[in-house]
């Protein structure tokens, strides 16, 4: 974690949050000067003089970030100024008078440094779409012409008054499917038609074809029909817009007007298709990540699945549901998630607060939610930490448990009611997280929270009334390390100090942790399993007939179960605390088979004795005594006793003599040939 030197700048907002100074800076740890009234107005001057300064500068103030930005820019800051909200997430509350120490954790938590996401350079040349009907779609159309290059498509046939000014291309098409992502969409069109340019009161189009393809940058869909790609909301450069809401209709073409140059996009997660389970020799594990993915931006490819960046708008449900740490998030990562929160909730608890709770939510519907309550309502509990993420999909339940062992008593997620399509992976791994929980005796009541309401009021409620509910954990933890180390650290710490310490917990099925099956009067030791487990769980042992097994690596996956041709194995979902899941353990092994030629180890017994059952005496090449012995001899011992054999299959026939015409000849006269002295071998 970075240490920074820092200066701080509070303002009470004029004087409508009374902060208390020598609170905070006790809180703190550091002395933060006087509280300013009007830091964005009259007493600009001092943030101009904080920016002389060489340390980094928090500013308590997010509404005037924009005025600060200019202001610091004009003065040549090299240095970075960050912003935090302490009105709305702590001052505007009821409960202001015993909020400084999250004051404190606020401030100390603006200060945290994460690792920078990788970027993707995305250009759009403004070429755009307008897809609708009638007039309203033509005027959308010429509001976004002024900035981009449009085009028109009309869904129906509604009447309009064709244009006196062909600025406009206009055509009238269905869109049958539409691919790509913000700055290379591509389309197919059916009925696809362009207009008359002698159209008169009644737009008139010819040559109507199906098939027809074409490119653009931009899409803006006022057809009000079904959505032209999956997860809509979620595709950069495509907006839809309800034709019915002018005011939907007008933020859908502003935003559009603005979406044409070079931009920079986050790559949001990453993906190691080494680690990938989905598939092996296109048998179908894990499929976890398909199956959440709201954009369809996950596709399979072969034995592994494939992210389009462009499609990717970052909602994180993949890398919470992927149990081998194949998909990784990046915005933040999981390290950065867990170091970020453990500040925030030491900050907080060093300086002496009570009870901490951690409220989830996204920078855009989260911060409105906690806005109108700050506003209209009681605000937030001085206890409850608001920790913003682009999308509260993105932690799964190894960050969920990681937030309870870090110090937080409950985690409440505060969803966005727009995207209820996107919490199917979330509710799965709160359900996860609450088994574990509950296993370990800390209650079924549910330490994390999912709160799915549009009403603040409602929020407001659940937030209000969360009951203490006892520290599962003393202190954070150090977060490094792959997905199963973090997720092994963490469940360990709240094993220690749990109610309830049992060695094993059962889980549900398609849980990520478990242990392996075997029926030995079923297993061959054929060592099919071995291939094809992904994460090197089960393992052969060189030489010996033995299969040997790592719990802690299992994933749970199924692929061994599925490739197994004897249906010998089958998965038992489970978390295992014991140090025994970190050692190799034997699941079946059986005494080598020696060659009886050679007394080389070759085989199993059991192998050996199945397949004399078999073939010996049933099939022609085994017919007798000393050709079922083979059946026990080594490869090498095999094909040298074939050999040795007088019906050798590889034996080589004599090569007949060659007639000449002198033989037919001779046999015509009745005279000996060169067939009448042939003497066998």
């Known amino acids: 974690m970075k240490q920074v030197s820092r200066t701080c ?12 100074a020598a609170k905070v800076s006790a809180a703190l740890g550091q002395d933060i000067g006087p509280i300013h009234t009007q830091l964005c107005r009259s007493q600009v001057d001092r943030y101009e003089k904080a920016l002389s300064g060489e340390s980094d500068l928090i500013v308590a103030c997010t509404q005037e970030t924009p005025l ?22 702590a001052g505007w509350s009821a409960d202001v008078a015993k909020a400084s120490p999250k004051i404190a954790a606020l401030l100390a938590a603006a200060a945290y440094e994460p690792r920078p996401v990788q970027l993707k350079s995305v250009i759009s040349d403004g070429l755009c779409l307008v897809y609708g009907s009638g007039d309203q779609a033509l005027e959308a159309a010429k509001i976004l012409s002024a900035r981009l290059s449009v085009t028109l498509m009309l869904s129906d046939d509604e009447p309009f008054a064709p244009p006196a000014e062909g600025e406009i291309p206009i055509y009238r098409g269905d869109i049958a499917k539409l691919e790509g992502s913000f700055g290379g969409f591509t389309l197919r069109v059916n009925n696809y038609a362009p207009l008359m340019p002698s159209s008169r009161s009644q737009p008139q189009f010819v040559m109507a074809r199906d098939g027809a393809q074409s490119t653009c940058s931009l899409i803006l869909d006022l057809s009000g029909k079904t959505p032209l790609v999956t997860g809509h909301q979620h595709r950069d450069g495509y907006m839809r817009a309800d034709p019915g809401n002018p005011a939907a209709v007008l933020r859908s073409a502003i935003a559009l007007s603005e979406m044409a140059g070079e931009f920079e996009k986050p790559l949001y997660v990453e993906l190691k298709t080494d680690k990938c389970a989905h598939a092996r020799s296109r048998i179908v594990g894990c499929s976890k990540c398909l199956d959440v993915c709201p954009a369809g931006a996950i596709t399979e490819m072969g034995d592994v699945v494939s992210i389009d960046s462009g499609i990717c708008g970052g909602c994180g449900s993949c890398h919470a549901v992927c149990p081998t740490d194949a998909i990784s998030y990046r915005y933040p990562q999981r390290e950065d998630m867990l170091a970020h929160t453990q500040l925030m909730l ?29 506003r209209f309502g009681r605000g937030l509990p001085a206890n409850v930490l608001p920790v913003s993420f682009h999308s509260v999909t993105t932690p799964g339940h190894v960050e969920l448990a990681g937030f309870l062992a870090s110090g937080a008593q409950r985690v409440f997620i505060l969803t966005d009611p727009k995207r209820r399509d996107e919490i199917d992976g979330l509710k799965a791994e709160i359900a996860l997280a609450d088994r574990i929980l509950a296993g370990l005796g800390y209650g079924a009541d549910g330490r994390i929270q999912l709160v799915d309401e549009s009403d603040p009021d409602r929020v407001e409620e659940a937030v209000w009334q969360s009951a203490p509910a006892g520290m599962l954990a003393d202190g954070g933890f150090a977060p490094v390390g792959s997905k199963r180390d973090i997720a092994r650290v963490v469940f360990a710490k709240l094993h220690e100090r749990a109610p309830q310490q049992p060695d094993v917990i059962e889980l549900s099925e398609k849980s990520p942790y478990g242990a392996l099956k075997i029926d030995p009067a079923a297993c061959t030791l054929c060592m099919a399993c071995t291939s094809a487990c992904p994460t090197g769980a089960i393992m052969d042992t060189p030489g010996e007939p033995k299969l040997r097994f790592t719990e802690n690596s299992c994933v749970q996956c199924g692929l061994c179960v599925k490739t197994c041709p004897e249906s010998a ?7 295992n605390f014991t140090s025994a899941a970190m050692q190799p353990v034997t699941l079946y092994e059986e005494a080598p088979f020696e060659c009886v030629s050679c007394s080389k180890p070759f085989a199993t017994k059991s192998t050996i004795e199945r397949i004399k059952g078999q073939l010996a005496g049933k099939h022609a090449m085994f017919a007798d005594t000393a050709r079922s012995r083979m059946i026990e001899m080594c490869e090498d011992c095999r094909v040298e006793a074939m050999a040795n054999s007088k019906d050798d299959p590889f034996a080589i026939g004599s090569r007949p003599k060659v007639r000449t015409t002198e033989d037919y000849l001779a046999m015509r006269d009745g005279k000996p040939t060169a067939d009448d002295f042939l003497i066998d071998d």
């Not at 509070?10 to 949050?17: A, V």
């Not at 820019?73 to 090299?78: D, K, L, V």
């Not at 030491?346 to 309550?373: C, D, R, W």
């Open 9 to 20: 700048l509070l303002c009470d907002c004029e004087k409508t949050m009374p902060l208390d």
């Open 346 to 374: 030491q900050t907080y608890t060093e300086a002496g607060g009570k009870e901490p709770v951690l409220l989830l939510h996204n920078l855009t519907s989260g911060f409105e939610m906690i806005s109108a309550m700050a």
């Open 569 to 575: 194995l089958a998965l038992e979902p489970r978390l």
């Open 68 to 89: 600060f930005q200019e202001i610091a820019q004009e003065h040549g800051r090299n240095a970075p100024v960050r912003f935090v909200n302490i009105r709305e997430n």
